[in-house]
């Protein structure tokens, strides 16, 4: 979720985002879906029944929800005010339940330059994106006071319509070093599509990113704007695509951080990550190596990847205690690699020195010694395998099963974990490993089909490891007026106003400015 200048505090705010982009994308593990699809196809902009939708009213207002707000109270201090907006839950039944929708603005200060309404979405999917705002106006520099700045918090997430399955955690697992924990994941994953089933089957069906393009077009409607620009990261590039498809002519300037292949999104998401997650590992360990002095992980990169496979070996034989008492934690081997998969969302020092002290921390508690986490570490722990995960977990998840369907057999599952698990030991089990998705209803709809092109500029950094590289390459293609920016030599997923590489940033900033794209693919490098 930090400006174009980096403060002290950015890694951490960085790995915060890494975690719920994790439980989103890493949660291609979701539930079970009983309730029948309806056959009504969705109404689109332009029909009479949708009128009332697209010209509400909106009430801005404070964005603290009380005292303890501090998000809220942080969005005040930006200048920010705060609204809600009704929509269909169905498309295609636009008079019957509605959800509701929480957005914060920074308002356009430069009005007789104001270039319009530019909205955002941080991926996920499914992230909170209300807090956005204030990162994107420091990033923006001078042209913020040209834009409203509006942040929405999705569907069933955040501050909007909530979707809680009441799960025990966040839902995100490896399948383990063997058969018997695969076993245990089949079980668990279907408990998980159970209780989805019982607390929000009602909603399941409505999660689809096609739904939420819907939304940004009612939005667009609300706000009084014939077009809107459009900044999304990560799986926010695939919304920021299918509203392209779906409503063309209706964007002005759009720009995709960390862009997605469309073919590779809902449950194929993960599977389809594996060579970004084993290169920026590699480099990882290299540079873990490089400081073994620090961390006595190992002198080499295979040394530390082999320290690493043994702390797995040892979690699976016995889980590892990190903490004490009441805060104690248990970590097996389906989920120290969870550890791994969320901080290598990032090449920065500091997020490899926080996973190198985790895997250090780790290796303690496999000789048998007591671990103690770090306070962020504690938190991250908590997040991912506690029952404070589960709201996040559920929408992000409801929203992967939504959008494309997954392989229903667990022997399928098995047969390509144990395939790939030579070659990946580490990532192919995690990445390979069955989901809530596997036990859910078919979604409502197809994916969407890529066939209009569109003038969108596209950012890719050559070692992303969520948002690969080929990805973007591949959106290029689909989309042939788009201009690809790549930053070459980086591990980095999410580029504009947080990397801190100013080349990147003032790309971005003077197509938002002017409205043109780059006359060729622009190229950047790391540093």
């Not at 009504?40 to 949708?50: I, K, N, R």
């Not at 799986?235 to 300037?253: A, C, H, I």
């Not at 006595?296 to 690493?308: C, I, K, P, Q, S």
């Amino acid at each position: 979720m930090a400006g174009p200048h980096r403060s002290r505090s950015a890694p951490a705010a960085r790995r915060r985002r890494a975690l719920r982009r994790t439980v989103a994308a890493g949660l291609a593990l979701a539930s079970c879906l009983t309730v029948t699809a309806a056959a009504t196809a969705p109404a689109e902009a332009g029909a009479p029944e949708l009128d009332g939708y697209y010209r509400q009213h909106l009430d801005w207002h404070g964005c603290a929800l009380g005292p303890d707000d501090q998000d809220g109270a942080a969005l005040e201090r930006a200048g920010a005010r705060c609204a809600e907006i009704t929509v269909p839950l169905d498309y295609g039944d636009p008079g019957g339940r509605t959800v509701t929708l929480a957005l914060s603005r920074i308002a356009a200060t430069d009005t007789r330059h104001r270039i319009g309404a530019l909205l955002l979405n941080d991926g996920g999917p499914g992230s909170p994106t209300i807090g956005a705002p204030p990162r994107v106006h420091a990033a923006l520099k001078e042209t913020a006071a040209r834009f409203d700045i509006v942040g929405m918090d999705p569907r069933f997430v955040g501050r909007s319509t909530p979707l809680d399955c009441g799960w025990p955690d966040g839902g995100f697992y490896s399948a383990g070093t063997g058969r018997a924990s695969f076993d245990r994941q089949v079980t668990y994953q279907r408990d998980l599509a159970a209780k989805c089933r019982s607390t929000a089957g009602d909603l399941l069906p409505y999660a689809s990113t096609r739904d939420t393009a819907r939304d940004l077009d009612v939005l667009r409607g609300a706000l009084g704007e014939r077009k809107i620009s459009y900044l999304g990261l990560s799986y926010g590039t695939y919304l920021g695509t299918v509203y392209t498809q779906l409503f063309p002519g209706r964007f002005d300037r759009m720009v995709l951080d960390s862009a997605l292949d469309p073919h590779h999104t809902g449950p194929a998401l993960l599977p389809h990550q594996l060579p970004g997650q084993e290169h920026a590992f590699a480099d990882w360990a290299s540079w873990a190596a490089a400081r073994h002095g620090t961390y006595g992980l190992g002198r080499t990169g295979e040394e530390v990847t082999a320290g690493v496979l043994r702390t797995i070996d040892a979690a699976a034989a016995r889980p590892l205690v990190v903490g004490s008492g009441a805060d104690a934690v248990e970590l097996d081997d389906t989920r120290v690699p969870v550890l791994l998969y969320v901080g290598l969302q990032g090449d920065s020092d500091p997020e490899r020195a926080a996973l190198a002290g985790q895997m250090t921390m780790l290796a303690e508690a496999a000789a048998g010694r007591p671990a103690t986490p770090s306070a962020p570490t504690a938190a991250l722990l908590h997040l991912l395998f506690g029952p404070q995960g589960s709201p996040g977990g559920s929408a992000m998840q409801a929203v992967l099963c939504a959008d494309r369907a997954a392989p229903r057999d667990p022997e399928d599952y098995w047969r390509r974990i144990e395939a790939a698990r030579a070659e990946h030991p580490l990532f192919g089990p995690m990445l390979g490993t069955i989901s809530p998705c596997a036990f859910w209803d078919a979604p409502r709809e197809a994916p969407t089909q890529v066939r209009r092109d569109a003038p969108v500029l596209l950012l890719s950094a050559t070692g992303d490891p969520r948002a690969l590289h080929r990805d973007g390459l591949t959106l290029h293609h689909l989309l042939p007026g788009s201009r690809l920016l790549t930053l070459q030599s980086a591990d980095q997923h999410g580029l504009y106003g947080t990397y801190g590489n100013a080349c990147v940033d003032d790309t971005v900033n003077a197509y938002l400015a002017s409205g043109h794209l780059p006359d060729t693919d622009p190229t950047c490098t790391r540093r």
